[in-house]
Structure formats: structure tokens, C-alpha cells
């Protein structure tokens, strides 16, 4: 493997291993610039060593442990210059004078879960709903600052600044690094759920880059909300995300063509869905559903997803009961967005004629001025009316706003397709 080769390899485990990392260190040494400071260690270390001695079999161990060695010479330092991190606690003071190895072995957690202790620290209530979704989404999901702007559609500049002031409230707060218990964990609750939904998302449909998706995302985000389910059982609206995740991500080999190419979901080969997933998300919307009360908003849209799932073929999806879900999330969780996934469902139930005022009428909505996919839906809805030259200048619009390689490509050639003689 040449150097290029290795490198390569090194950011690729990287992007992955890196939430996974800066979790675990964030709870040595309690402090989240300390621990990105020290992931950022293992990662110089890895690019001067792995060159040389070649990528090791597990890499993500090997990042952890040098992590872990860094932060406990840091430690040391800090203590023999007179300096003491205190949120580490009086259990420190004597595993100091221990052999690395046995310090490092009596660090290590085998109860609960580094990143879903994150997560919940992250969420924390010194913080605005803001700040710990976008906190959160950038240490834990591995998103830079531009792709969760993109996901919350707001300035670039407006979310760093919400990562820089959150740490520092953390900081200045001295908050522990821990899953809060009792009536502060359901607090809580809400803004760990959008922060997972979110981080499934960026991996379904990435906002930039050559992937048309990112899976290790959706893995990801799967793995913590099963976690989750696990730790909040009683809990509907964790499985409603769970049971949402899984039947979406049992889409994900379908979403692509032999080249690469997104393959949109009327025309995907439903018998490359992953049945099993699809199965183990129908159990967690029926444990939501069980557990009575008033369907939430992720519960929602898996019942949405489900409908789709249940159909073996395009043209069997009830896309009336879709429509009516829709309408029943709207109240539940108003938003220009899933109004206009509502439009979609009611083109596909009753028309496109039907659909197109509720389009319009999202067109000078401030939040998704450079929303693609509010053009992109609109070019739809104008291409089935036959107002092609219409529908080419929106697909135009669509492609020139998306960050992704991929999706741009294929505004693009929807947009080519306009010029092509109109069948009704």
C-alpha cells in the first residue's frame, strides 16, 4: 500500500472511529476541547506510524488506546505542574501512580455506553435545543459545521458559533459526563431523539460530497437508538425513531444503481429491500403503538415508512392512508418541510393538480430558500401537469442549490428530460 493508499485509508477510519473516540476520552478527562485535542493526537500518530508499519488490524482500538496513553501523560503533566483536573475525582489521585496499562484498564467503562453518555451530555439543559443538537451532531455523528447547517438549514457561521458557546457552557458549568437518571433522562429525551433522526439522515441522503449516502451514518444512529430502547423502554416515541430507522435503512441497497447512481423510491427493485430490517422495524412501531397515548412524531412517519414497506409493489403503496398520516404529522410537528412531504403524498394520491397549490404557496417560505428539494418537488408536480419548460427551470434551480454530487447529476438530467416530447 503506498503512502497516498494509506492516507486515504487513515481519513476514511477516521470519519468513521472519530465520535467513537473523542467519546471515550471525553470521559476520562471530562473536558470536550481536551478530548478532540487528544483524538487529534492519535490521528498525527497514525498518520506518522501507519505509512511505515502498515494500517493494524483493528484500527479503532489502536486510535483508542494511543488516545487513552496521551491523556494519561496529559494528566500527569497537569499533576506534576501543580495542576489538578478535579472533575476527575479522588479514584484518580491513586490509580496515578499505577502502570499505564493498569490505569488504562481500570478507565475503562463496561458499564453503559461512551457515546450515548455523550450524547446525553451534549443534551444537556445548560445548553438551548440548538446548541445541543448541533453539539452533539458534531462531536457523535462525525458532521462538519457545513453539514449540519445544511441540515438545519441556517448560516454556516450561526452553527459554529452554537458549537464554540455550547462547549464553553459546558466547561464553565462543570457538567459531568454521565446518562442522567429519573426525571432528568425524559428531559432530555427529546433533543437525544432529533439528534439521532438528524444523524440518520445526513447518512441516508448526504448534504455534500460525491456519496449519494453516508451508511455508517444510518448504522450508527441505529445503533445508539436500539441502545436507547434498551435503556427507555416504556418510552413510544424511541421506538417510533427506532422502528422510522430501521424500515428506512432497509432501503439502502436499493437507493443506488450498479454505478453508483441515486435510484428514487418508485423506481427502486423492492426485492433488494432488507426484509429482515424491515421485519425488526414493524416490531418497534407495534411497541410504540402498544404503548398507547397519542402517536408522536417519529412514530408518525415509521407508520409512513411502513406503508411503503408493506407494498411489493410501486403501484400497490396506499398512498391515501399516506396522505392522511401526513395531515395527522402536520398537527402533530407543523413545519414547511413536512408540508411539503405532504404534497407529495397527496400528488401521488389524488394528482398532481391537487398538490401544486400546496407547493406554491411554500415558495416564498424564508426557511427553505435554498431548500433543493422544494424546486426539486415543484418540477415534479409541473412535469406531470406537462408545463415543461416550467418544470425544467425548477429542476435547474433544484440542482444548483444541492451540495451533493450525485443528486445534482440527476436534477440534472430530469431537468435534460424536459426538452424530451411530453407523455401524459
Not at 511505515?52 to 497537569?78: C, F, M, S, Y
Not at 432528568?184 to 445526513?202: Q, W
Not at 441505529?222 to 422502528?243: D, Y
Not at 430490517?277 to 398507547?292: D, N, S
Request: charged residues 30%; negative net charge.
Amino acid at each position: 500500500m503506498t503512502t497516498h493508499d494509506t492516507h486515504r485509508a487513515i481519513d476514511a477510519i477516521w470519519k468513521i472511529e472519530s465520535p467513537r473516540l473523542i467519546a471515550t476520552i471525553a470521559r476520562m478527562v471530562r473536558d470536550l476541547d481536551l478530548a478532540e485535542e487528544l483524538a487529534q493526537d492519535a490521528l498525527v500518530s497514525a498518520l506518522e506510524q501507519w505509512p511505515r508499519d502498515g494500517v493494524p488490524r483493528n484500527p479503532g482500538a489502536w486510535l483508542t488506546q494511543t488516545a487513552k496513553h496521551r491523556a494519561v501523560d496529559r494528566i500527569r503533566r497537569e499533576r506534576m505542574a501543580g495542576r489538578k483536573l478535579e472533575a476527575l475525582g479522588q479514584d484518580m489521585e491513586g490509580l496515578l501512580e499505577s502502570h499505564d496499562d493498569k490505569l488504562i484498564d481500570a478507565l475503562d467503562d463496561d458499564i453503559g455506553d461512551d457515546m450515548l453518555r455523550l450524547i446525553f451530555t451534549a443534551c444537556h439543559p445548560v445548553l438551548s435545543i440548538e446548541a445541543r443538537v448541533a453539539l452533539t451532531l458534531r462531536l457523535l455523528g462525525g458532521l462538519t459545521t457545513d453539514e449540519i447547517a445544511r441540515a438545519f438549514i441556517l448560516p454556516e457561521a450561526t452553527v459554529a458559533q452554537r458549537i464554540v458557546r455550547a462547549k464553553r457552557s459546558l466547561a464553565d458549568e462543570a457538567v459531568i459526563y454521565e446518562v442522567p437518571r429519573g426525571d432528568a433522562l425524559k428531559e432530555r429525551l427529546a433533543s437525544v431523539l432529533r439528534v439521532l433522526y438528524l444523524i440518520f439522515n445526513e447518512g441516508y441522503a448526504a448534504t455534500t460530497g460525491g456519496d449519494w449516502m453516508r451508511p455508517a451514518l444510518c448504522e450508527e444512529a441505529q445503533r445508539l437508538g436500539r441502545v436507547l430502547a434498551e435503556l427507555m423502554p416504556a418510552e413510544p416515541e424511541v421506538h417510533g425513531l427506532v422502528a422510522l430507522m430501521e424500515i428506512q435503512a432497509s432501503r439502502l441497497g436499493a437507493r443506488t444503481g450498479k454505478d453508483g447512481e441515486p435510484v428514487l423510491l418508485l423506481d427502486q427493485d423492492r426485492s433488494r429491500w432488507d426484509r429482515l430490517l424491515i421485519g425488526r422495524g414493524i416490531k418497534a412501531l407495534e411497541r410504540a403503538e402498544r404503548l398507547g397515548g397519542q402517536r408522536g412524531p417519529y412514530a408518525l412517519q415509521a407508520a409512513i415508512a411502513a406503508c411503503h414497506a408493506r407494498a411489493t409493489r410501486a403501484e400497490d403503496t396506499d398512498w391515501l392512508r399516506i396522505a392522511a398520516l401526513y395531515a395527522q404529522l402536520v398537527d402533530v410537528l407543523p413545519s414547511p418541510v413536512v408540508e411539503l412531504n405532504r404534497a407529495v403524498a397527496v400528488s401521488m394520491a389524488e394528482g398532481p393538480g391537487a398538490a401544486l397549490p400546496i407547493v406554491e404557496a411554500l415558495l416564498d417560505e424564508p426557511s427553505l430558500k435554498d431548500y433543493h428539494l422544494l424546486p426539486s418537488v415543484h418540477g415534479d408536480l409541473l412535469f406531470r401537469l406537462g408545463r415543461t419548460g416550467d418544470a425544467r427551470d425548477a429542476f435547474l434551480r433544484a440542482a444548483g442549490m444541492t451540495r451533493n454530487d450525485r443528486e445534482r447529476r440527476l436534477l440534472e438530467a430530469r431537468a435534460e428530460a424536459c426538452a424530451l416530447p411530453f407523455q401524459s
